[in-house]
């Protein structure tokens, strides 16, 4: 590594170094939280136990990686499903004033509506399981996907549809090869933001919808006030938020190296 890869990722761990020596010395020194908050020290114990077992009785051994994959699938089912939908739905809205008045207002009015409210359905329609989870997951982030969506269409240049037109360019071809590209910036935007909030909703989901996963762990480790394993839950979904969203961008700026070099 050169040495301004090494500054920067001086610069990067830097705050976490400092919130975790704060953390250890006020928890572990001063008994911060009257001893019921972890030190950073027990919690990568806690962490070792949970996904390696090391040979301990804890209910929670060995029991990390399930969850991580019972969670991530769900995520990933909601995501793509919100994605297919909203993008298809969006670009329908932005390009046609007729779909526009017939839609757009439901979705402003529903828009509001918190995914908690849709808890009870989603148990009447899929019962508890992991079909539930991916359905409210796809509800919360198809707004934002849906909106960002039809922010671009409707941004699209009109010089370069008449001029995709004069060339011959059927209807189809124009929205294929002029406006969805135009409209990508804005929809990895809105994709992006979608990914984040697909692991909030999805905790909250399987808190009440469902019995395995990162929510379902961290919402069990609670009953038996098992801080450490909750802040180890919450680091896990911070770190796979992260890893998701590293991926989602690294894959725009692949999707947007076109649009880069026109800015340039």
Known sequence: MERTDWMRLGRWLAIPIVILVLWQVLAGVYGWGGGFVPTPVQVIETTGVWIFGLGSNDRYAGT????????????FGGFVVASIIGV?????IGRSKLVADYVDPVIQVLRPVPVSAWVPFSLVFFGIGAASAVFLVALGA?????????????????LHLRSAQML???????????????????????????LGLSWVLLIVAEMVAVKSGLGYELWNAYYYSRMDVI???????????????????????RLLAWHQATDR
Not at 236 to 244: D, R, Y
């Open 142 to 158: 198809f707004f934002p996907v849906v909106m960002n969506t039809i922010s671009g269409a409707r941004h699209v240049s009109e």
């Open 231 to 253: 802040v180890a839950a919450m680091v896990t979904i911070g770190m796979l938020g992260f890893i998701s969203d590293v991926a989602l961008v690294a894959l725009s700026s």
């Open 168 to 194: 011959g360019a059927e209807r189809w071809f124009a929205a294929t090869r002029v406006v969805l590209p135009s409209s990508l910036p804005s929809i990895l935007v809105g994709l992006r933001l979608a």
């Open 64 to 75: 990390w990686l399930p969850a991580v994959i019972a969670s991530s699938e769900r995520v």
């Open 88 to 92: 298809a739905l969006g670009m329908l």
